[in-house]
């Protein structure tokens, strides 16, 4: 291990200020373990992160991305969850371990915490899972934020069942885990896109049902008919602002909307009356704890789940993986360092 590596990282707000710049490796310090960087998985909220601003005076400079998946490589004093040799993901909110989301500032990992677009980072171990046994870095680093939204939504708070109706909106990250999770688990799931060839490639993947919400705009009625009138007991709503109103009339009694995405903005203007007929749940969702990323982990080794990457890109390839990112992806874009 030489005494410098790579590390993406921005001084001002827009993407033209990413570097990818020579710095030092970091030490661990005591409770801390040093990780090599195998893997970074993209998410869309790295654009809002970049070309808004985000956490940019947060920390200086700003380091992009948050999931990560390695190999610890060092430990300092006290570290007792991982030996060196362990193979490691990162918990997107670091301090989250269980139970309700704390109120307040949470720290999520390139945000208002370091990112991790390096070839080396330096994390307390208790921000870490241990990875998969049955993935590899590149399928396992896209668990920590889009698997795991997927997971709180259907199953931490939504208590999926078999026989369940369940409707996520494009063919991201979490749409497509929801796919898979929702199928491996005995549900029927239904998709969104605006793209004919995406909607096939998700029947590959376990979808029962497609709908092109380009010849279908009030998507609503299509779910109300595929269900005999009966409604979705679960949606992913992706989109926001305007379409949640479309979630809302197509759920079924005791149904929930789990909002994730806001494509559309942040606010949204709808009449509340098929919610109180339905009697249905509105749910923030805000990724995760460490409890159900574990639980994630140990479902995707039991269910043999892959998880779908679209591309690889190598580190110094960033601002071409992030063009990708803007044009949508089917699946994870995963950087390997």
Known sequence: MGATMKRWQAKQAGRGHLELAEVAIPAPGAGEVLIRVSA???????????????YLTAHQPFTPASDMAGVVVAAGAGVQRFKEGARVIANFQTDWVDGPVPRGTVRSLGGNAPGVLAEYVVMPEQWLVASPETLDDVQAS?????????????????????????????????????????????????????????LARVKALGAAHGIHRRHTPEWHTAVLEL????????????????????????????????????????????????????????????VGHRRGLENLVRAVDRLALKPVVDTVYSLDALPTALEHLDRGPFGKLVITA
């Open 142 to 198: 896209t668990l920590p934020c889009a698997g795991l939204t997927a997971w709180t939504s259907l199953v931490e708070l939504g208590g999926l069942r078999p026989g369940h109706t369940v409707v996520t909106q494009g063919t991201g990250g979490v749409s497509l885990f929801a796919v898979q999770l929702a199928a491996a688990m005995g549900a029927e799931v239904i998709v969104l896109s605006g793209d004919e060839d995406k």
């Open 227 to 286: 269900t005999r009138g009966a409604g979705a007991d679960h949606i992913l709503e992706l989109v926001g602002g305007d379409n949640l109103g479309r979630s809302v009339k197509a759920l079924a009694s005791d149904g929930r909307v789990s909002l994730i995405g806001v494509f559309e903005g942040f606010e949204s203007r709808f009449p509340v009356q098929p919610l109180f007929m339905s009697s249905g749940v509105i749910q923030g969702i805000f």
């Open 40 to 54: 970074v998985s993209l998410n869309y909220r790295e654009k809002l992160m970049l070309d808004g601003g985000g």
